[in-house]
C-alpha cells in the first residue's frame, strides 16, 4: 500500500449503500483478482479487484468479502476473508494483512484466513433466498481471461445448482457511478500529482528529447509523490499524435512538431485522466493554434454542457455539433459535408473520431449504468480532438469534471491548457 491510509468510514458507507440494494435474504460475494503469470515462473504485479476495494479498502490477493445481511446468525452477516500470514509466506511474498489490520482498513469486524471459507459459505447458502455473485461486465471489457469470480460462479452453480443466482455488477455500477465526498478528494489528489507531472516536462521537453524521456520525468514525479501511471502512458510526437492508443513512446520530438500527452496519475487506487498537446520548441505556429483553440473552445462548451439530466449520447452529439462548425472553420470540411452528415454519421468523424468522454474513478474507464442521464456525483472526463494526419498532427485536449446540482466542477482547472500560459511556462524553462 503505497498510499496514506483511508478512512474506514468510506468502505463502511459503501457496503451499507450495497445492503440497501439488496433484497432480503440476499448473500453476495467478491473476490480479489488472480495474480496473472507472465512467462517463464513470473508473475505480474498485484491488481486490485476494484469492486472488492470499494466495499474493503482491501488491496491482497485472494481476499474475499462475503455479505450477508439477514443472515440468523450475526456474526455471518459481514466477512472478511484474507491469506494467514504464516511465517514461510511472509518470508517469501512479504508482509500479510493480520486480523486486526484488515479490520483497520475494512471496518470489518468478523475477520476470518481463506481456509475458512468453504464451511462458512457453505452454512451461509443453506439459508440464503438468492446469491448474487460478480463479473466484469464492462461493456468494453475483453473477457478472454477467466477470472477468480467466473470461477466461483461455475463453482457455485455446480454445487448448489437449486439456488437462485442474480449479477451483482448492475448494483455495484449504479453505487460506484456516483461518488462520495471522500471519494472526489482521492481523486482531486490525483489529479493534483498530475498537475505536477505536467508542469514538470513543461519545463523539460525541447527539440531533440525523446518521447520515453519525457515518460521517464512524468514516472519520477507521480512515484515520489505516492502515484503511478493510471494507464499506459500516450506520448505522441507529430504524426504520431493521429495514432489514438499510440503506446511506443521511442520517437525523437522535432523542431516544429506538437506533442500530444495523454498521461495521468492514479492515487489510492483512484484515478485522474490527462491529455494536452504542446509544441515542442514552446511556441505554436499559427495553424497549430488554430486547431488547438477550436478544441480548446469545444472542450469548455462539453464541459459546460454536462449537467445533471443530461444523457451521455445526447453530450456527445452536442460536441459533435459543434466540432463540425469548427471544423469548418478550419477548411478541414465544407458545409455541404456537414449537411450529408447524420447524427449517427457526423462529418466531424473524419477528424474527430473517437468518444467525448467517461466515467472515471477505481477504473480509468469507471463503471456506470448505461442509458441513464447523468446524476450529481458523477466525474467524468471531457476530451475532444482533431486529428489531421495528412499535416503530420493531432490535438486533444482532456479534463477530469465533477456533476454537481450546481453544474459541473472542473477538478483540473488549475491545471495549465491555455496556449499563452503554455508557452509562457515553456519560454520559462
Not at 142 to 149: C, F, I, K, L, M
Not at 398 to 426: F, K, Q, R, S, W
Request: with cysteine; hydrophobic share 40%.
Amino acid at each position: 500500500m503505497r498510499h496514506q491510509p483511508i478512512d474506514s468510514s468510506l468502505f463502511v458507507e459503501n457496503r451499507d449503500r450495497l445492503k440497501g440494494l439488496l433484497p432480503p435474504g440476499s448473500l453476495a460475494v467478491v473476490h480479489a483478482n488472480d495474480i496473472l503469470p507472465t512467462n517463464a515462473d513470473g508473475a505480474l504485479k498485484n491488481i486490485p479487484n476494484t469492486d472488492l476495494f470499494y466495499l474493503t479498502g482491501i488491496e491482497q490477493e485472494e481476499s474475499i468479502l462475503l455479505l450477508f445481511p439477514d443472515s440468523p446468525e450475526p456474526t455471518q452477516r459481514e466477512i472478511l476473508f484474507v491469506r494467514e500470514p504464516i511465517e514461510i509466506l511472509e518470508i517469501w511474498e512479504g508482509h500479510k494483512l493480520t486480523k486486526e489490520e484488515a479490520t483497520e482498513a475494512s471496518g470489518i469486524t468478523n475477520i476470518k484466513w481463506i481456509g475458512d471459507f468453504p464451511n462458512i459459505f457453505r452454512n451461509c447458502m443453506l439459508s440464503a433466498e438468492q446469491v448474487f455473485l460478480n463479473q466484469n461486465e464492462h461493456r468494453r471489457a475483453a473477457a478472454e481471461v477467466q477470472t477468480r469470480d467466473d470461477r466461483f460462479v461455475a463453482k457455485c452453480k455446480e454445487q448448489y445448482p437449486l439456488h437462485t443466482y442474480r449479477r451483482l455488477a448492475p448494483l455495484l455500477h449504479q453505487l460506484r457511478a456516483v461518488k462520495l465526498e471522500a471519494e472526489v478528494e482521492l481523486i482531486r489528489h490525483a489529479c493534483g500529482i498530475t498537475k505536477g507531472g505536467f508542469e514538470r516536462l513543461l519545463k523539460f521537453v525541447k527539440p531533440g528529447v525523446y518521447e520515453h524521456e519525457v515518460e521517464a520525468e512524468l514516472s519520477h514525479e507521480f512515484v515520489r509523490n505516492r502515484g503511478a501511471f493510471a494507464y499506459t502512458p500516450i506520448i505522441a510526437s507529430g504524426k504520431n499524435a493521429c495514432g489514438l492508443h499510440y503506446i511506443q513512446n521511442d520517437q525523437i520530438c522535432n523542431d516544429g512538431d506538437l506533442l500530444l500527452l495523454d498521461v495521468a496519475s492514479n492515487y489510492a487506487n483512484y484515478n485522474s485522466d490527462l491529455t494536452r498537446t504542446i509544441p515542442v520548441n514552446g511556441k505554436f505556429t499559427p495553424r497549430q493554434r488554430d486547431v488547438y483553440e477550436a478544441v480548446l473552445r469545444v472542450m469548455r462548451a462539453s464541459i459546460a454542457n454536462a449537467t445533471v439530466g443530461k444523457m451521455h449520447r445526447d453530450w456527445h452529439y452536442e460536441a459533435q455539433l459543434m466540432m463540425n462548425e469548427e471544423l469548418v472553420g478550419l477548411g478541414l470540411l465544407t458545409k455541404e459535408e456537414v449537411a450529408e452528415g447524420t447524427r449517427e454519421n457526423p462529418a466531424c468523424r473524419k477528424y474527430f473520431m473517437h468518444g467525448l468522454g467517461h466515467s472515471i474513478g477505481l477504473d480509468v474507464h469507471d463503471v456506470a449504468p448505461a442509458h441513464v442521464p447523468f446524476s450529481a456525483g458523477w466525474v467524468l472526463t471531457v476530451e475532444p480532438g482533431i486529428y489531421i494526419p495528412e499535416e503530420g498532427f493531432g490535438v486533444r485536449l482532456e479534463n477530469d469534471i465533477l456533476i454537481t446540482e450546481d453544474g459541473p466542477v472542473d477538478l483540473m482547472a488549475d491545471i495549465p491548457v491555455e496556449a499563452d500560459e503554455i508557452e509562457a511556462l515553456m519560454a520559462a524553462r
